[in-house]
């Protein structure tokens, strides 16, 4: 079995940034995809960022947070991170990792639980 564990949401007023991270566990062999959505009330949930493992770590990101949002990770600890930037009020949501994972014997997407990112205006 494999767990997403996130942490790093909360309040931050617009303009001010905050850091999440995203530490997979478990029956591992190896992480191929890393990455963020989020869900914000009455939406459907979207892409963030993401991010590929190896090839210098290829990454994605919404058009409404390129510039101010960077997707990172740590292959060896089995972590991505986000850090969010210029925050706007419209980025307030629950924000999910996600992770596409090779066990020993199955290919998986797993993801958190979610953590809340609320900016206030």
């Known amino acids: 079995q494999v767990q997403l564990v996130e942490s790093g949401g909360g309040l931050v007023q617009a303009g001010g940034s905050l850091r999440l991270s995203c530490a997979a566990s478990?029956?591992?062999?190896?992480?191929?995809?890393m990455g963020w959505y989020r869900q914000a009330p009455g939406k459907q949930r979207e892409l963030v960022a993401q991010?590929?493992?190896?090839?210098?770590?290829?990454?994605k990101y919404a058009d409404s947070v390129e510039g101010r949002f960077t997707i990172s990770r740590d292959n060896a600890k089995n972590t991505v991170y986000l850090q969010m930037n210029s925050l706007k009020p419209e980025d307030t949501a629950v924000y999910y990792c996600?992770?596409?994972?090779?066990?020993?014997?199955?290919?998986?997407?797993?993801w958190g639980q979610g953590t809340l990112v609320t900016v206030s205006s």
């Open positions: 478990g029956s591992i062999f190896s992480i191929n995809v």
């Open positions: 996600n992770a596409h994972v090779a066990t020993g014997s199955r290919y998986l997407e797993v």
């Open positions: 991010i590929i493992s190896g090839g210098g770590g290829s990454t």
